[in-house]
């Protein structure tokens, strides 16, 4: 039988688009990938902010005060909410806590929701909180300049025993090969710079280390937002746990609006390992993470691991 050649044609089109548009490397089984775009972040709320200080109302400041809060900058007394804290008037708590972000990540510090603190919040990050500093006084708020000059662990400095230095990890059934590949990748560079070693096992539920892709509410206290805003976290030793949100689009390498597993990877084991956020912006442990890029180790991860295991 020949084919027509108006078939032809068209068949030769459609090969030319699939070559042109490859598939995404991972796609969460109840939520197609999405290119991330501003528009489509939970982080709009920000647009509406510019030059809100101190005394005024806008809509809006009530998200920034659960964006705060959430990532550990909001100060709580005795874990009570303060006055203020769920409505859109922009307090003396809500100033204190932009200028702990601003001093965080080496903004200028005047407690205004300017242009450059916008820009700081707005991109995709891991769902950690920076800082653990929710039941301290204003005055150790004010010292973060100092605490935070590097990288940070969490509360207790949390670690793996010393009898545990191997690591096992896992997926749930049906991972995906190159996303197999992709965390291999990261646990070889974290066990070329520490005392652990990695090995993969199929028994997800006896592995120390548990990977999964999550979408929204998934259980843990911790919901994901959809594509933008929070990309993935991670539990401190010896919990284990690391999610990666299922609506964002993932891929092994450098490609314009999807991110690196292998870099995301790398950083949440970091969290699995024990390490905080650095805020130096060449640590793999920086919270931010841009699409179509790929980080590896900077000297400040290396140092944070080298001074928690004391190796």
Not at 170 to 187: C, E, M, Q, R
Not at 226 to 252: C, K, M, N, Q, T
């Amino acid at each position: 039988m020949i084919m027509e050649p108006k078939f032809l044609h068209l068949l030769s089109c459609i090969l030319l688009l699939f070559l042109l548009n490859p598939l995404p490397l991972f796609t969460h089984a109840n939520s197609p990938n999405q290119l991330y775009t501003q528009e489509s972040s939970g982080m709009d709320f920000l647009k509406t902010l510019v030059g809100t200080r101190k005394g005024t109302t806008s809509k809006g400041i009530s998200q920034l005060k659960k964006y705060l809060s959430h990532f550990g900058y909001m100060n709580h007394k005795n874990n009570i909410i303060l006055a203020h804290q769920t409505d859109d008037f922009f307090d003396d708590n809500l100033e204190l806590a932009i200028k702990s972000y601003q001093t965080f990540f080496k903004l200028e510090v005047n407690g205004i929701m300017d242009a450059n603190t916008i820009t700081q919040m707005s991109p995709p990050r891991c769902g950690v909180p920076d800082s653990f500093n929710l039941n301290r006084s204003h005055e150790l708020y004010l010292r973060i300049p100092t605490l935070a000059s590097h990288y940070i662990f969490f509360p207790g400095e949390p670690k793996w025993p010393p009898t545990k230095r191997s690591l096992t990890y896992s997926f749930p059934s049906g991972a995906p090969t190159d996303v197999t590949n992709s965390i291999l990748h990261a646990t070889q560079i974290w066990a070329s710079v520490s005392p652990f070693t990695f090995s993969y096992t199929p028994d997800y539920d006896q592995a120390d280390i548990k990977i999964s892709f999550q979408n929204r509410d998934h259980g843990d206290g911790n919901p994901f937002d959809g594509p933008g805003g929070i990309l993935a976290h991670a539990y401190a030793p010896s919990d284990g746990r690391l999610h990666f949100d299922g609506d964002e689009r993932w891929v092994d390498g450098v490609t314009p609006g999807a991110f690196d597993l292998q870099t995301v990877g790398l950083h949440e084991l970091g969290h699995v390992l024990g390490l905080g956020h650095s805020n130096d912006t060449g640590a793999v442990m920086y919270p931010y993470i841009g699409d179509g890029l790929r980080k590896v180790l900077g000297q400040d991860d290396i140092n944070g691991i080298k001074a928690l295991y004391q190796f």
